[in-house]
Nanobody, 118 residues
Framework: QVQLVESGGGLVQAGGSLRLSCAAS????????MGWFRQAPGKEREFLAA????????RYADSVKGRFTISRDNAKNTVYLQMDSLKPNDTAVYYC???????????WGQGTQVTVSS
């Protein structure tokens, strides 16, 4: 069992930055691939970024590539999402996830709201 708690969301103007954090507790954090997703009202949950357990490889959705950066600190059991050049359509609830296999079998946090004003 893994418990995930996101933080760092809030209200920011377009063009601004936020850094989200996701603190994990429970089983060995370093064993899990970690990911960030978001869900806007009326839309399906969208994959944003993932980082493998060792942190050496990352993957991004085209919608955020070049603007968002995922990283992890295994010593602190925390994964981060640095979000730059934010746009109003980045407004959503942001979730982190941890998995040993696929995202359909992941543990999820409760989400943190990000609102980008124009």
């Amino acid at each position: 069992q893994v418990q995930l708690v996101e933080s760092g969301g809030g209200l920011v103007q377009a063009g601004g930055s936020l850094r989200l954090s996701c603190a994990a507790s429970g089983r060995i954090f370093s064993s899990y691939a970690m990911g960030w997703f978001r869900q806007a009202p009326g839309k399906e949950r969208e994959f944003l970024a993932a980082i493998i357990r060792g942190g050496g490889s990352t993957r991004y959705a085209d919608s955020v590539k070049g603007r968002f950066t995922i990283s992890r600190d295994n010593a602190k059991n925390t994964v981060y999402l640095q979000m730059d050049s934010l746009k109003p359509n980045d407004t959503a609830v942001y979730y982190c996830a941890a998995t040993l296999s696929s995202w359909s079998r992941a543990y999820w946090g409760q989400g943190t709201q990000v609102t980008v004003s124009s």
